[in-house]
């Protein structure tokens, strides 16, 4: 094909592109055609303003502002920001930017860095350093506009010393510009270095002079006011107002900002010092200077004095009248509020309004032997037509004086006065607010017209109150004029549930919608809140009637829901909340988050957790901004034993910058610790310790989860060691400190220690509580001592401060089992429901273990099948695993299988210690077919007996998975004890598959040699 031929084919593919780009030309030529964008000349003052001359001719003028990123940098400006979305480390943006710069024409690298500051976008401290890393190693030299940007950054981001060596750079190189000295005062103020700060005022006094403007602006004008502050706090006032004479900065504004702070701060003589300069140096005071002058008066005649000079320049303005009438309520001076009365304008605003009708409270200059006459009669004269709506200290002046004497047509004209019922419901909220009923009640019957806001507000009073009879009457009348809403009946529901009558709160209801009025959420989460203390049927009632009514529950509803759900909850009543939660069509926030991660670590679902976690990961939950919605993820993500998870949030948690509270800390702390990791618990303590900004939170709470990590791991030269460090930390012991400490005893059989610790408890003015005693019964029971065990108990029953808890009864409880007291144990448990102590899984979990160590197996199920029923107790799992393991231990594998399947069908995971115990009962009874289903229930395999999936494949699978051990030690078991090697080949082929789980290499090979020698692969 000739050369011709391939245009014009390209030129015909192309033709739709050709035409389109035609048009559009001659569409621009018919609209734009007339307009040229000329150039500007040479020497034009437009390029004198673009390009200021100065350094290498690119300099930035004093008032430097941010530039637009200019297409030549932009790639390097956008490889740079990505980078930095991933938070690499300082080294890697260093290594970034070098890379970058490199890609950049030679001799634009400045300007390139220029661009990357010029974004407008703030830049971290590890990007400032990074690139003065840069400048460093390659040998750059920086612009004086690159030296503002970074200056402007290191002040933003605190970093001080970096701060003041790009300065002296800056300043060596050249005169800095005004703009940089500016800058230098700032980080001086931030710093609260009030000698640098004074030192810089000359600098401050040129970019004044170099902006040729009389009024400063609001930057500049907040720069002073924080100067002066700064002097007064180091008491160097005097010496700042030397220097700004000497600089020539004594202006009006100035000492506008010198005469505030000391007005403000009560400093008579540097306020009278600051009015003698300002005369002698001729400046006109402000009106705002002027005030501070008159309310900063050493005397009353020096208030009078000040304003007197302020008249003398032309008529005062409010704001001096009202600093006058200030003064005057402060003397208590009859001259001044005279004068106030002499100048008050005809139409005042609110604010000098309430500063006159102060001058009439008791005691007052201006105060009548008839309490709240002068004021009524100053409002009755000079305030009835200010619009007093938006000051509601000021409606309260007049009203309060009106109901002191009686004037109810002053109330009345207050109240119409008012443009809307808004305003009147505010006046009257503000008496509720007080507590003051009666005030509140005068209000409102002075409103010309009452609709539902007014009754609401009153009726919301009332009920504050506990004047019930009163609400009541009020609902009543507000009925029969129609003035009734939801929220009426709302406030008076809320009000019945407060006082615990739900009986007549349920009949409002019914009146409500026989009324005609629907309930809305609101009513039903008040009557679903009240009723959740109950729960079971009667939180069940109001749900119901919410749906009868058409509602749907929003994040409220979900969060009550969530609230009632305990471990002690019934599973239909655990499973009904946690369906409409799941069902409910809201948008999920950080309450309703943390309120579902609560509910679920409670009742152990961590099938239900694990999805939420997983949705929150994906990016399609919630926008975590809270210290303590991280605290709540890490606290599940530890409960699921995901430390990657845990890891992950806290990592998340700093990326975002969010700071973290002493929970939230505790959290993470406790995650790490109960996850076998106490030494990364520790390290992460240390981490916070080292840092100004997070020390505070440690705490020996937070110590106390890496003493019991430690000691859970039997790890007891570490648990004192971390003692030792507590105290060298001078850490504020509490009582569970000891606790832990004790506990740490016991469990090492150094009881000797506890008798020491005792010691330092009382030295350190902490009594003993029942778990200290009991950790101490539990220290005996284990070094088989339960005879003293029980001479501590009596101790305590006969105390009067102690009274043995569910604690106490369960640790003795469990040393009889230890060495099989059965009688004993079992007067005990009368003992312990004879106290009203309540039994709990723990108490059954130890009677099941003291029922089978007797050799009683069928009583350990007579006592669960009583006390769950006594005390509505829902079994767990570990209560589920002491009776498999009474009936594998004596040889009842049908039995034990039985309670599996009870414990899936009641949705109690099992775990580890299920699946070994039934796993080698079925061996040792050459069960081999149950042997391959459990294991294939467990892996989630498919073929597993229908009866072990009651509630689906996953309701089958343990917290980890099985180890490898166990499932080969099962394998092998089915293969030589049970003589079936074909089904544990089979058995192998499948188990492969599993994720995570890792098998002896060596296993098949073994058992296809088992195999080939069996006598049934011969015949």
Known sequence: MSLIEVAVNAVFASQTEIIVFVFAFCFHSLIFGKHRFAPPAKGSKVVEALHPKGDSGRDASPRQTLQPVSGVHSSFVRAVSSLLRLDPSQEGVRLEISKQLGLSAVGMEIEALEALLSTGKPMSAKVLTAIRGVLQTQGLQPSIRLYELLLRGCLATRLFDDFSELLAEAEARASAPPSIKVLALRAAVQASDCEAAVACVPGLASALKSSNTATPSTADAHLVQQLVHLAADADALPRLLQELCTCELLNTWVFGAVLDECSQRGDVEHLEQGVQLARAQ???????????????????????????????????????????????????????????LKYLPANPVAALAVAVLRLCLPGAPLASKDEGVAATQLYEKHFATVDLSQDVQAQRLVADASIKCGRTDVLEKLVRSLPDSTSRAALVKSYASDRRLDGAKRVFEACPEKDACLYNVLLSACTVGRDLASAEKLLSHASATGAVDVATYNTMIKAYLQLGDSRRARALVRTMRSAGMTPNCVTFNELLDAAAVKGGAAMWEVVDEMEVCGLKPNSITCSILLKSVQQRSQPRDIERALKIVESVDVAMDEVLLSSICEACIRTNRSDLLARHLERQRSGKGVQVKAAHTYGSLIRSYGFLQDLDGVWATWREMKVQRIAPTCITLGCMVEAVTNNGEPEAGLQLIRQMLAHEETCSLVNAVIYCSVLKGFSHRKCFDQVWAVHDEMRAKRMQYSIVTYNALIDACARSGEMSRVSPLLEQMSKDGIEPNVITYSTVIKGYCQDNRVDKAFEVLEDMKRSADFTPDEVTYNTLLDGCARYGMLDRGMALLRNMEGAGVTPSNFTLSVL????????????????????????????????????????????????????????????????????????????????????????????????????????????????GGLTSELVTESLEGIALSCGKEDLALGLLRDLKGVRGLKLDGRLPMRLAARAIRSPSSKQ
């Open 848 to 959: 099941v273990k003291l029922a089978n160590r007797s050799k009683r197996p069928e009583m350990a199920f007579e006592l669960c099948s009583e006390l769950s029923s006594k005390y509505s107790i829902r079994l767990n799992m570990h209560v589920y695993n002491n009776l498999v393991h009474a009936c594998t231990a004596h040889g009842n594998l049908p039995r034990a299988l039985e309670v599996f399947e009870q414990m899936l069908g009641e949705r109690v995971r099992p775990d580890m210690r299920t699946y070994t115990l039934l796993l080698r009962s079925c061996i040792s009874s050459r069960a081999a077919t149950e042997a391959a289903g459990l294991l294939r229930a467990a892996a989630g395999l498919g073929g597993a007996p229908s009866r072990f999936l009651p509630c689906g494949a996953t309701g089958a699978q343990p917290k």
């Open 282 to 340: 001729g400046a006109e005071l402000t009106s705002k200077a002027r005030c501070a002058s008159i309310r900063g008066a050493r005397n009353a005649a020096d208030a009078l004095s000040s304003f007197q000079d302020a008249v003398g320049q032309g008529p005062p303005s409010d704001l001096l009248v009202q600093a006058l009438a200030e003064a005057a309520e402060r003397f208590c001076d009859g001259a001044l509020a005279h004068a106030v």
